[in-house]
């Protein structure tokens, strides 16, 4: 597995960029404008490129979801609660910016236990609501890796302010994933740096909770 990591929009949203053997995805591409430079690098590269999945519907994750399945005749994925926000400006919380960001509809609507492939990569879907309703987080057993969104951050936790935050769901999806995968996993978040499920639950978890 190769992951690149793009920081794109005025929130610096950690769009992926992931390949697997001949195959690859991109996870959250950012916003409107960051549709080139995602573009630019897959042209870099020889594989072929099926689905964007957004782990949640918040603007600065589907900003672009429009020009690459345009573009690229891509499929967006997206959990099935997270839908509706895709294509509603109040529910991605674009309105709160003066803007109007609107997605294509999911293509494919994500439930628990599913898989996305790419390749030799099998990426298990787990709902982990609390930040968004439809907050998803995406898990690579062989590799051990975990696509987290905004739901763990190096050094924190997605907000729960904005409409249809919950903290308490978001404790209890946090409680959910220390059990379900192994602590050295390595963990991809949706805005500043890589971390790993030990150091969030050894140093920052217990400081909050």
């Known amino acids: 597995m190769h992951i690149e990591k793009l920081q794109l929009g005025r929130n610096a949203t950690n769009c992926y960029i992931v390949d697997c053997d001949n195959q690859g995805l991109i996870i959250d591409p950012g916003s409107e404008d960051s549709a080139k430079r995602i573009m630019e690098k897959i042209t870099e590269r020889e594989y072929d490129y099926k689905y964007i999945v957004n782990t949640h519907g918040h603007f600065d994750h589907i900003g672009a979801n429009a020009v690459l399945k345009d573009e690229l005749d891509l499929e967006i ?26 997605s294509p509809p999911a293509d494919r609507l994500l439930s628990e236990g599913e898989n996305i492939e790419a390749g030799d990569c099998k990426f298990e879907i787990y709902h982990t609501p ?31 302010d904005l409409p249809a935050g919950d903290s308490s769901e978001l404790k209890e999806s946090l409680e959910r994933i220390k059990k379900l995968f192994p602590l050295n996993t390595r963990v991809f978040p949706g805005h500043g740096p890589e971390t790993t499920l030990k150091d969030f639950y050894d140093y920052v978890y217990h400081q909050i909770y």
């Open 77 to 102: 994925a997206a959990h099935k609660e997270a839908a509706s926000a895709l294509t509603d400006p109040e529910k991605n919380s674009s309105h709160l910016i003066n803007k109007k960001v609107i």
């Open 130 to 160: 609390g930040h968004s309703p439809g907050s998803i987080v995406l898990f690579e057993p062989g590799e051990e890796v975990l696509f987290s969104g905004d739901v763990i951050f190096r050094g924190g936790i997605g907000r729960t």
